[in-house]
């Protein structure tokens, strides 16, 4: 205390001695050459800081982005909806709605930014690919090796898509920007976001809330549709148990996938090239070192990456539009769609299907992927109508094939728009 | 809402995507409901050559190349016990050893005390 007292009067003692020989009265009333006098200078500082401040920048839309951003975390932490998701846009949409003096290297969209260079992943599509890659490493496909036919249901669920963009295309959107809103149907993130940053860059931001929005909202918007379609005898229907999948089967399952899907979709080679490739490090017994870090480190880095600058795209002035709005629409119509499609052909599979083969139709809704949530939601769906029927590792199969099925979607659009 | 006026490229996208994706699919369970077929012809092949240089004549049935979910889990059950519950199978021989210490008078008692008898 007593050196940091004598260090104070030093410092004080020196720069009182500018003023000593009338420097004072200089100092208070003394013009310099431009004619400013001392408190032009700090009223001029003052209003120059208020004007680099959030305050004197706002505007009534940044406000209602921020509370967007507050509700995604509030949705988060509080009902654990995709928290993993939710907490880095969250975040992001309130980083991205912070008001600021434009031009200084500052906003998601000024060339040279820190956040600009982050959404280069993003815009170029980098990081879908590397999340397809962690989500193969995670995922295990025995329940859909096991009992391939419920393939089917992945691919009856991107009804969802296709019908989007035909409602996109009916509201005035370009064939290409339809094309990037309709895949929010497909329910899967890094889809969305690797095929707006193609077709339609400007809309990307709004698609890619929406698509995650509408992911964790899963378990609010498909129960109620699952209640509506399936009658309640079918929803306790008992499937049997998946047989056992030898290893040789799940090494062949990531190299078959790979090689015909591929050769059906090079567009989306991206995606299923890493999907693929991520389960065969899993499944391959002999890459184990490389498979963890996939599901882990990497996917954890990507997504929370991909998380921020996403939310940050959200930039009120680029993101408050009507064309938002009706993404916004659309988008849960999408959803919607697709867990129907997914139910009913589910339904009309049973027709075809004998004795102990018929499935629960519930597992149609999982075919709209949303890896697990919507396998979780069938789950949960299937113990309410009879708490001793386990769905989740059935609901698996149309689920991972959803993923597939998207992807897949995803290609031929590109193909078709490019 | 009419949804003809929309121009029929998209109508041909819409049709032909959603029909690409089922083809995709449907092709894909085609080849996964042969694979364990040519993997089951595969190993039936390989034991019926085992038993012929084995010169038995045993005939291989389907049911002994399907294991079900239940013996899986069975067998995974009966390998995690054995594995975890080891330490019951041990020689029941319990030996006690002696404790040997050197002796040491730094802590005797005998020296903590003045020899002084208490008169009587």
């Known amino acids: 205390m007593k050196r940091f007292i004598t260090l104070f009067g030093v410092l004080s003692l020196l720069f009182s001695l500018q003023f000593i020989g009338g420097g004072f009265e200089a100092f208070a009333a003394g013009p310099d050459a431009a004619g400013d006098t001392f408190m032009d200078h700090a009223s001029k500082g003052l209003e120059t800081f208020w004007n680099f401040t959030g305050f004197h920048n706002v505007h009534f839309t940044h406000l209602i982005m921020i509370g967007v951003g507050l509700f995604f975390i509030f949705l988060a932490i509080k009902y654990d909806y995709e928290p993993l998701l939710l907490i880095p846009i969250g975040t992001g949409v309130i980083l991205g709605n912070i008001p600021f003096l434009e031009g200084y290297k500052i906003g998601l969209y000024e060339e040279g930014s820190v956040l600009n260079y982050l959404y280069f992943g993003v815009q170029q599509g980098v990081y879908p690919p590397l999340i397809f890659l962690g989500i193969g490493a995670m995922t295990d496909f025995s329940s859909l090796i096991s009992n391939p036919k419920l393939m089917i249901l992945g691919a009856a669920a991107q009804v969802g898509i296709f019908a989007t963009f035909l409602g996109a295309s009916w509201m005035g959107f370009t064939p290409q920007e339809a094309g990037a809103i309709g895949i929010i149907g497909g329910a899967d993130g890094p889809t969305a976001i690797f095929l707006s940053s193609k077709l339609a860059p400007t809309l990307m931001g709004a698609i890619a809330i929406a698509a995650y929005s509408y992911m964790a909202l899963v378990p609010v918007i498909q129960p109620p549709i699952m209640r509506l379609i399936i009658p309640k005898h079918e929803r306790t229907i008992k499937m049997k148990p998946p047989r056992a999948v030898s290893k040789t089967e799940k090494i062949m399952f990531p190299i078959i996938g790979l090689l015909l899907t591929t050769f059906i979709s090079p567009s989306a080679l991206p995606l299923l090239g890493m999907l693929f490739f991520g389960n065969l490090l899993k499944e391959s017994g002999v890459t184990e070192r490389l498979a963890d870090t996939a599901r882990n480190s990497m996917i954890n880095i990507v997504t929370i990456l991909l998380g921020i600058t996403v939310g940050a795209s959200t930039q009120a002035d680029y993101f408050l539009t009507t064309d938002s709005l009706k993404i916004f629409g659309l988008g849960a119509v999408s959803f919607m769609v697709a867990t129907a499609g997914g139910l009913l052909f589910a339904r009309l599979m049973n027709v075809f299907l004998k004795g102990d083969n018929k499935i629960n139709p519930l597992i149609g809704a999982a075919g709209v992927s949303a890896v697990p949530d919507s396998a979780r939601v069938v789950q949960h769906e299937g113990l309410k109508s009879d708490p001793n029927n386990h769905l989740l590792m059935h609901a698996m199969a149309p689920n991972v094939s959803g993923v597939i099925g998207s992807a897949v979607a995803a290609g031929i659009l590109l193909s078709f728009l490019m | ?120």
Do not use: C
């Not at chain 2, 809402?1 to 996208?13: A, E, G, K, P, Q």
């Not at chain 2, 049709?15 to 409901?33: M, P, R, T």
């Open chain 2, 1 to 120: 809402m009419n949804l003809l006026i929309v121009d029929s490229m998209t109508w041909t996208i819409t049709v032909l995507g959603w029909f690409i994706v089922f083809v995709a699919l449907v092709f894909l369970i085609g080849v996964f409901l042969t694979v364990p077929k040519i993997l089951t012809w595969g190993t039936k092949r390989a034991l019926r050559k085992k038993n012929r240089m084995a010169k038995k004549d045993v005939a291989v049935e389907d049911d002994e190349l399907v294991i079900t979910g239940e013996t899986n889990a069975a067998i995974a059950m009966a390998l995690h016990m054995y594995f975890n519950e080891q330490h019951d199978e041990e020689s029941n021989v319990i030996t006690i050893k002696e404790v040997k210490k050197r002796y040491s008078p730094w802590s005797s008692k005998v020296y903590s005390f003045n020899n002084v008898n208490f008169p009587r």
